[in-house]
Structure formats: structure tokens, C-alpha cells
């Protein structure tokens, strides 16, 4: 049996893949499945669409020029290759499926343009609604599995660490509603999302705290690109509503409070340019301004393609903003940056393979080298449809053979791993730990980060008694090691790209702290081979 973990979509797409090839599988959803925010994670709260080359004026090849461009020169170059060729195919077959994606009167897709794309490339489901549509039409289909007994379902189990045996994963531990539990199974696939909820602001799920990574840290699996975090630069200040990138888009631009738009001056794309710049940017203006947001202004939408347009395009936004007072055809909206999506993650090559045998990562979990240093806009939804089909087919050539097959360049990414001192073994969290640990991590890694800060960050987690204060001090060990700015990486003290540090930094916890079941990783051992 395979056990899943996660039901976003590359969980979801990992279990169909599964059970279309009459493998037994195990769903273990944080909450109960289909129905809560928990069990769905980030992937319904995702306003913008699906990133692939289907236009007629559009290639694979641009999309990945336009993926390695957002990636600040740290992409792995195959893995983009993958996500971009295979991503098309991928979203052939799932419209091909009956998913509703949004079409014109003539029913041909429509296709939406965002920030960093040369080619509008956009494939929406109910306008600014894609990632509820994509995670309801995914959770519809699963479900039937589960009703005709080819996938098992575990719900409100909350993931706690991993089994391993002889430099194998061969189950999980978990907490089901307040009791220690364990499930067995022949591999171990970690669709758990990123880390973002760790920050005090966040578009993401506050349930997405890194949990997955910490389990696979504690195990001894190697780690990768923690440094890179994803702020985006449109989010409704104290409530974490994400306003789609899509709006800039269609037109809408970024003003400081004289009414100056500031982006012109900071990137040739001005609000279309990377995300990382316009976070960075609209960081500048907060401290130049003493101010708690920026504002976006898409009054002249409206204006130029007629009343109503917002409304249409953007019937969740519109909603929503509404509900908060606000009239976005007449009037500006109070937008900042907020902790968005984590680059880095649990280290695997292209079929989710990891660098222990039996575990598999799939989705932001994963680190797989596809965003580099900056996630090009609507590659995430993509990367879970491509690496969760990919992370099945590797599960079950593994249940068949037994063979631990990994990538050449994965495998010296982990022979380069450098070790992370373990601070503490807790499963349990100290009463308001959980808001220290948020605070300090807002506070000393947000947009813009310096050595002082970081070592006092460092000074601070030793006095923090919460299981997820190893991860938070990896992220801080490589944010420490890189210095430069780069992607999603800004540091205040070496505000420059440098050339030399053009490379990706993996990491392991300290073996000789990791508890009874944890194994250091031996990548020549346990039946591990590397495909050349």
C-alpha cells in the first residue's frame, strides 16, 4: 500500500494516478476530506489559474524562458523542462476530462495574462474561483474512488513524523484527534504544502506550517532552497485575501499614498514584473511612506473596457471587497506584501524521489529546483498536476521492483547537503509558543532580512519550545549562508545579486540528535542507484 498525505492538488492527482493502476492507497487528510479548509489546503484558496503554452502564439519553450527568467538564474533548467512540456499535456487531459475551464462564445479557452508571462497563458475555472474549482472537480473524483473502496480514507489526522526501517520509510506516525496513531505502507508519498503559515501575514492556510518538511527533516531527508519564500505583493492588509495577480494583468496598477504609480521606476515590466520585485518594491514604498499598504488601483479597468468589467472578471474579489466596505470600480484598495509560497522545501529530483528510499514529495512540499529563487505566477497549480501523475509513477515502479532510482543531478545536490544543528526533539508546543515562534519568524525573515537580525532569530529559537522550531531554524541557517539577494531571498546587508552564489544549497538536521527512529542518509545505500 502507498500512503498519501495531503489532499491538494498533487495529492489528489498523485492518489487517481494511483488507483488508475490498480495500486492500494491510503489518503490521510489534517481535517475531513472535501469538506474544510484544512483537508484542501492552499490549492482551493488559489484565485489565479493554470500556467501552460496552449496558445496559438505561444510555445513550451517561451514558458520556460519565461519560468528560468522568474527563477533569478537558479531553476533546474530539466525540471522546468518537465513542468512545461508535460504541464500542456497534463492540462489537455484534464479539460479533456470535463474540468470547466473558462471559455469565449466561440468555446475556445480563454487564456489570461500575468505578471512575468510574455504569452497570456492563464487557464481560469470560474473567473478569479480556479484553485476552488480545480480542488472541488479533483475531490469529486476521488471520492468516488473511495465510495467503490479503491482508495482508503484517513481524515483528521494530523501528520507528527515518519517510520523508517533500515534507511527506509515504510509509514507514518500521526495524531487522530488527540491520540498517537501509526499507519503502515510500502512508500510514503508527502503532499503537505509549504511552510507560509508560519509567517503572522499570509495569503496561505495558517494550517500549512511545514509540518511535511519537519517530519522529513527529523527522519534525516535532505532539504533544499529554504531560503526562497514567495511574498506576493497584492493582499488585503490583516486578513490574508489574496487579490489575483490577474487584476494587474488586466490593467490595474500599484500607487504609493501621493498617488504616484512607483512601479514604473523599479522594473520594465512595472506591475507585471516578478513577483519578488513587486513585493520588494511596494517594501521600499511601506518604509518610505511609514505605512501599512500601498494601493491598487483598478478604477481604470473599468473605464477602459466598460462598466461591469470587474464584476465579470472578478466576481470573488469583487464580493469580497464588498463584504470589507470597499467599491474597487470607484475607489482604490489598501494592498501589501504577505508570505505567499516557499520555494524550498523536501529535496527531490523529477519523479519525487527523495533521498531516502520510500519517500516520495509532491507539490510545494517539494523542492525540486522547478521556481528557482521566485515562483513564476500559476506554475504552482501546474506543478501539482505534472509531479503528483509523476510521483505515482514512480511509487509504483518502486512497489513493483523494490529500486531506488534517482536523478544524477539530485543526487550530488545531496551529496553537497551541509548539516543543520537539531535544537530540540519536542512534539509538544509551550502555552502562546506558537505566537513567539510566528512573531520572530515575521520579525527576521520577512521581505527584507540582515546577519544581525538573523542571528538574533537564531539567539531566539533556543528559548522557543514548539516541534516546528528545526524547521524555521534551517530556513534561518540558509538564509544566513546566502549572501546575496536573489528571488525571494533579499538581504538588506548584500543587496546584490552575486554570480557566484548561483547555485541551489540543500541541508540535513544533525543525524546524531535526530531520536530512535531517524537514520542518516546514505545515498549508496539501501538499494539506491542513480540514473546517469
Not at 470535463?98 to 462564445?105: H, K, L, N, S, Y
Amino acid at each position: 500500500m502507498i500512503i498519501v498525505v495531503g489532499a491538494g492538488v498533487a495529492g489528489l492527482t498523485a492518489v487517481q494516478h494511483l488507483a488508475a493502476a490498480g495500486v492500494a492507497v491510503t489518503l490521510v487528510t489534517a481535517g475531513r476530506f472535501g469538506t474544510d479548509a484544512v483537508s484542501a489546503g492552499n490549492t482551493a484558496l488559489a484565485q489565479g489559474g493554470i500556467a501552460a503554452a496552449l496558445g496559438d502564439d505561444d510555445t513550451a519553450a517561451l514558458h520556460l524562458a519565461d519560468t528560468r527568467a522568474a527563477g533569478a538564474h537558479l531553476v533546474n533548467q530539466y525540471a522546468a523542462e518537465v513542468l512545461v512540456t508535460d504541464g500542456m499535456q497534463q492540462l489537455r487531459r484534464l479539460v479533456a476530462a470535463g474540468f470547466p475551464a473558462d471559455r469565449d462564445t466561440d468555446g475556445k479557452l480563454l487564456l489570461g495574462l500575468e505578471a512575468a508571462h510574455s504569452r497570456a497563458r492563464i487557464v481560469h475555472a470560474g473567473e478569479d474561483n480556479s484553485g476552488a474549482v480545480l480542488s472541488a472537480f479533483l475531490t469529486d473524483h476521488i471520492r468516488t474512488l473511495i465510495q467503490s473502496g479503491a482508495v482508503q480514507l484517513l481524515e483528521n489526522a494530523t501528520l507528527t513524523g515518519l517510520t523508517v526501517t533500515h534507511d527506509c520509510v515504510t509509514g507514518i506516525e500521526y495524531d487522530h484527534l488527540g491520540r498517537k496513531q501509526h499507519l503502515s505502507g510500502a512508500a510514503v508519498v508527502l503532499a503537505t504544502g509549504g511552510y507560509a503559515g508560519l509567517f503572522p501575514t499570509t495569503s496561505s492556510s495558517a494550517a500549512i506550517t511545514g509540518q511535511g518538511m519537519m517530519a522529513a527533516a527529523r527522519a534525516g531527508v535532505v532539504l533544499a532552497d529554504m531560503e526562497f519564500i514567495q511574498f506576493h505583493p497584492t493582499v488585503l492588509p490583516a486578513t490574508g485575501e489574496l487579490l489575483s495577480e490577474a487584476v494587474r494583468g488586466a490593467g490595474a496598477v500599484l500607487r504609493d499614498p501621493a498617488g504616484n504609480r512607483f512601479m514604473r521606476q523599479s522594473h520594465p515590466a512595472a506591475e507585471l514584473a516578478p513577483r519578488d520585485v513587486v513585493s520588494q518594491a511596494s517594501s521600499r514604498v511601506l518604509d518610505d511612506f511609514d505605512t501599512d499598504a500601498v494601493w491598487l488601483d483598478a478604477t481604470g479597468i473599468e473605464q477602459a473596457q466598460g462598466p461591469g468589467t470587474l464584476a465579470r472578471r472578478f466576481p470573488i474579489l469583487t464580493a469580497r471587497l464588498a463584504a470589507h466596505g470597499i467599491d474597487w470600480t470607484t475607489e482604490q484598495v489598501p494592498v501589501a506584501p504577505a508570505a505567499h509560497y516557499c520555494m524550498g522545501g523536501i529535496a527531490t529530483d523529477t519523479r519525487g524521489r527523495s533521498s531516502m528510499a520510500g519517500l516520495f514529495a509532491a507539490g510545494e512540499v517539494a523542492a525540486t529546483g522547478v521556481h528557482g529563487a521566485n515562483r513564476l505566477a500559476s506554475n504552482s497549480l501546474l506543478e501539482g498536476l505534472v509531479f503528483g501523475a509523476r510521483v505515482a509513477h514512480a511509487a509504483q515502479r518502486f512497489l513493483s521492483d523494490g529500486v531506488w532510482s534517482v536523478e544524477q543531478p539530485f543526487h550530488d545536490l545531496v551529496a553537497s547537503a551541509q548539516q543543520v544543528s537539531c535544537l530540540q526533539q519536542t512534539t509538544t508546543t509551550q502555552r502562546d509558543a506558537s505566537h513567539v515562534l510566528q512573531a520572530a519568524v515575521g520579525k527576521y525573515l520577512g521581505i527584507s532580512r540582515d546577519a544581525t537580525g538573523l542571528a538574533q532569530l537564531q539567539s531566539a529559537l533556543t528559548d522557543i519550545t514548539h516541534p516546528l522550531v528545526d524547521l524555521v531554524q534551517m530556513i534561518t541557517v540558509a538564509a544566513i549562508a546566502r549572501t546575496e539577494s536573489r528571488g525571494g531571498h533579499w538581504r538588506a546587508d548584500y543587496p546584490d545579486q552575486d554570480p557566484g552564489q548561483a547555485a541551489r544549497n540543500a541541508w540535513q538536521l544533525t543525524p546524531s540528535r535526530l531520536g530512535d527512529t531517524a537514520q542518516p542518509v546514505h545515498t549508496e545505500e539501501h538499494r539506491i542507484h542513480v540514473d546517469v
